[in-house]
């Protein structure tokens, strides 16, 4: 692939609108899997983005407050970054020739200094909130930049002066705020690319002087199996791990260290991040889902990605000449946000227009910037288009020690059980599971079987999570086990942050056991009578098995096991005492228990949460007597 230096990263736009015919005769030249399947699919989706983003936009000229800003029905108001639409914008009017495109980008734009600038150059994240957080003055000044260098020439010469002028004081807020130490690292992360995009813009050597001070000091910031890591906090937590999510790892800092290093041609931060990327692509299920059911920020994990981050396509589209599976993995991803479009906008997860919950704008405004960003790349020349993503091959057991989580691949299950346990900023609690949860459960041709949500939803970043009350049946959709006393308090193996866990495998099974304890979010077990519990996890054969046993008898409250499998309300379910079968599109999931098996809701209706975005049909099975006779369940599949 050519280097991508300012002059030659933009892409011609001619390759965009190939006839059909033509990419299939490419399909035999080395270049078809970008050609045939990841530009048509990237141009298809950020052209329906683009038009829902303009039905968003707000036309009142007579309220500076509202026009040309985005407005959000799930969010209900505009969005403070919705001017990063700028970029999509100018794209769709490059390639459909239309105008209103060009307008609707200076609109937006407008609306941003009106309600979003701040006097010391930065920009606010909330409208009308000038006190409110500035650090996405980093993505704002990447956009404005990259905006300016791919768009000049249809925004002219005033208005590109205009937005230099605004840009740079953008830049040297950047330049005087940010360092090593703000913020999560995606802001460090971040801050070379922006740096040095203003070196070049500007002419400014202090702020490329600058950019590679801090991506040198970025490369500290990786565990020894290559995860980055500093997402909600910088230093290790008592049990010795670091704060990582891979959500805004492979979405945001990952992506913009990607883009830095081949900039400038960094050889050893290219190095490492090809390497990290390759690390983090093994939390990838084969149908392009990012497993983030157990990161620090999962509670804005949806199955695509993370909400309000740009996505992971530039960093893996860059060097998929390098490493084809990153091609793979690009292309099953956009199928994902695929799925996920409803009426032209990105919903949170596969489910959320069944649930009948309003979109947040949000996303597709910040993943139209990154479909844009490939599409102003190179194209690389992609050899072998028969990679396979790490979770796609059956590899049995892999472990990463730096977040104490194993995953699976026997057959056609794929799994995760973690009991990784740092507190998004050793603060926020009961956020992401623990304990040995079956955080991610999945089968290679019935596609998601389980996932966790988080243990108690709490809206950590109000502006961008929204309200549960508005859901019907909002649940907590991870497998556990949880004890409820008489008095209403709760404890969950799950919040767990000190558990066993060990894995073998044999040459006919793969076998996980865990060992945690029933606690509060505080640590806290339920006093004397709190059973430790054990649950083990075995795939032998064509059969998932879960075993679940406990030492003690629950002398008060009630202990049950909730599984909530992954089903959409479109999908029929038939019941039994002790079976029950899903019926999807490609098979059957069939679940059968050793024990009576409840549900939480009418078999017609089903459970939903936001994260990550999917309905489920919520099982449960009382738990007292465990100690004497284990409860047994058993995942198969039925044609």
């Known amino acids: 692939m050519k280097t991508l230096n300012r002059r030659n990263f933009i892409k011609t736009t001619s390759m965009l609108s190939l006839a059909p015919h033509f990419l299939l005769g490419l399909q035999h030249q080395g270049i078809s899997y970008a050609t045939t399947k990841i530009i048509p699919l990237a141009e298809s989706l950020l052209r329906k ?123 040297e807020w950047i330049f005087e705020n940010i360092d090593i130490n703000f913020g999560n690292i995606n802001y460090p992360a971040t801050t070379p690319y922006a740096m040095h995009l203003a070196g070049e813009m500007f002419n400014k050597k202090k702020y490329t002087v600058k950019a590679k001070k801090m991506a040198n000091e970025m490369m500290c910031f990786f565990t020894t199996d290559n995860l980055l890591y500093g997402e909600g906090g910088k230093e290790k937590n008592e049990y010795g791990l670091h704060a990582i999510d891979l959500g805004y790892n492979v979405e945001e800092s990952l992506q913009a260290m990607a883009l830095y290093a081949h900039a400038t041609e960094n050889d050893e931060m290219l190095g490492k991040v090809i390497k990290s990327l390759k690390t983090h692509l093994e939390f990838m299920l084969p149908n392009g889902i990012w497993d983030n059911s157990w990161g620090t920020r999962n509670f804005k994990w949806t199955v695509w990605g993370s909400r309000t981050s740009d996505g992971c396509h530039p960093a893996y589209y860059l060097f998929a000449d390098k490493e084809p599976v990153f091609a793979k993995a690009v292309y099953q991803n956009l199928c994902c946000l695929e799925k996920s479009t409803h009426d032209n906008v990105l919903s949170s997860g596969f489910h ?35 990679e396979l993503l790490p979770r796609e091959r059956e590899y049995g057991i892999k472990k990463f020690e730096s977040i104490k989580t194993t995953l699976f691949s026997k057959g056609n299950w794929r799994g995760t059980v973690t009991g990784y346990n740092y507190d998004y900023k050793l603060r926020y609690v009961n956020t992401h599971c623990s304990g040995g949860a079956l955080s991610c459960f999945y089968h290679t041709k019935l596609g998601l079987i389980t996932a966790a949500s988080m243990t108690e939803y709490q809206r950590i970043e109000g502006h961008n999570m929204l309200d549960a009350d508005e859901v019907k049946h909002f649940m907590n959709l991870t497998p556990r086990v949880e004890l409820k006393r008489n008095n209403g ?21 793969v076998v996980i056991k865990t060992e945690s304890k029933l606690v509060d979010s ?38 049950k096991f909730y599984l909530p499998i992954v089903s959409s309300s479109d999908e029929k379910i038939e019941m039994k005492d002790r079976e029950i079968v899903i019926k999807r599109v490609n098979g059957n999931v069939r679940v059968k228990a050793s024990q009576l098996i409840k549900y939480d809701t009418l078999l017609s209706e089903r459970v939903y949460n936001f994260i990550p975005g999917v309905q489920a049909f919520s099982l449960q099975f009382i738990c007292n007597q465990l100690h004497l006779k284990p409860l047994e369940i058993q995942f198969c599949m039925n044609e």
Request: with cysteine; glycine share 6%.
């Open 352 to 386: 959320e227009q069944l649930a009948q919950v309003k979109s947040s704008i949000h996303h597709t405004f910040e993943h139209a910037k990154s479909l844009t960003t490939i599409l102003n790349m190179s194209q690389p020349k992609i050899e072998n288009v028969y």
């Open 522 to 559: 505080q640590q806290n077990t339920s006093g004397l009578d709190s059973p430790n519990v054990n649950c083990e996890y075995k795939i032998q054969g064509d059969t998932f098995f879960i075993s679940i046993k406990t030492d003690k008898s629950i002398k008060q409250g009630e202990l």
């Open 49 to 171: 983005w683009c038009r829902a983003l303009l039905e968003h936009q707000i036309n009142n000229p007579n309220d500076l407050t509202l026009h040309g800003g985005i407005y959000s029905s799930g969010d209900k108001g505009i969005p403070g970054r919705c001017a990063d639409a700028v970029y999509p914008f100018l794209w769709m009017a490059k390639y459909s020739g239309n105008s209103k495109y060009i307008e609707a980008a200076k609109n937006v734009y407008n609306w941003e200094q009106h309600n979003c600038s701040h006097e010391s150059g930065a920009w606010c994240n909330d409208p009308g909130a000038p006190k409110s957080w500035k650090g996405i003055t980093v993505f704002g000044a990447i956009t404005k930049m990259e905006t300016i260098n791919h768009y000049s020439d249809l925004l002219g010469e005033k208005t590109v002066s205009q937005w230099k002028n605004r840009t740079q004081k953008a830049a």
């Open 489 to 509: 308090k709760v404890f969950r193996n799950i919040s767990y942050h000190n558990a066993k866990i060990e894995s073998f495998e044999r040459e006919d099974a």
